[in-house]
T-cell receptor
């Protein structure tokens, strides 16, 4: 079983839709949770960073962590074509070693 | 504009060649990382350096040899690579190694082994 599971998609939505991206994990020691966005031919860019359970909002983006279910989500409101990218979840415990999901490819159609 | 710069952006080499990948970070960070990103697979951590000292080698074959001459520069020396080594190689940095240290990535070197 992979430590982090993420549906690779692709996920295609119309412009303006609410997007939900998710990851599940198996290691209960994970405490730090990140979402990265990766455009084609670019490196991953840190989008959101949360510690432990709860929600964090930044503009159109909301990250949620449910440690009891070992489930994290990224919501994108009013999605735009410029949001089309691959979204990577990543998490770590006290060692600091980041474990990544496979990435979900998102396409937002005008 | 990323604070982590990688060169070259693309590299094609034969299995018997020797080449090096370069990474430079302008963020004042003390930890640097090499990752491998293959199609349809999660990022794989290869090496971690803290203040020029290697603190982690994630069971990487010896045909990959890292070098960190100072806290701003990181190299990955390549020799006698295999076709399965074709991938995107990403460099990252963070203020320090360890938890609660988000990593910042460069745009990678796309490596193709003939």
């Amino acid at each position: 079983q992979k430590e982090v599971e993420q549906d690779p998609g692709p996920l295609s939505v119309p412009e303006g839709a609410i997007v939900s991206l998710n990851c599940t994990y198996s290691n209960s020691a994970f405490q730090y949770f990140m979402w990265y966005r990766q455009y084609s031919r670019k490196g991953p860019e840190l989008l959101m960073y949360t510690y432990s359970s709860g929600n964090k909002e930044d503009g159109r983006f909301t990250a949620q962590v449910d440690k009891s279910s070992k489930y994290i989500s990224l919501f994108i409101r009013d999605s735009q074509p410029s949001d089309s990218a691959t979204y990577l979840c990543a998490m770590s415990g006290n060692t600091g070693k980041l474990i990544f999901g496979q990435g979900t490819t998102l396409q937002v159609k005008p | 504009e990323t604070g982590v710069t990688q060169t070259p952006r693309h590299l094609v080499m034969g299995m018997t060649n020797k080449k090096s990948l370069k990474c430079e970070q302008h963020l004042g960070h003390n930890a640097m990382y090499w990752y491998k990103q293959s199609a349809k697979k999660p990022l794989e951590l290869m090496f971690v350096y803290s203040l020029e000292e290697r603190v982690e080698n994630n069971s990487v074959p010896s045909r990959f040899s890292p070098e960190c001459p100072n806290s701003s520069h990181l190299f990955l020396h390549l020799h006698t690579l295999q076709p399965e080594d074709s991938a995107l190689y990403l460099c990252a940095s963070s203020p320090r190694p360890g938890p609660n240290q988000p990593q910042h990535f460069g745009d990678g070197t796309r490596l193709s082994i003939l």
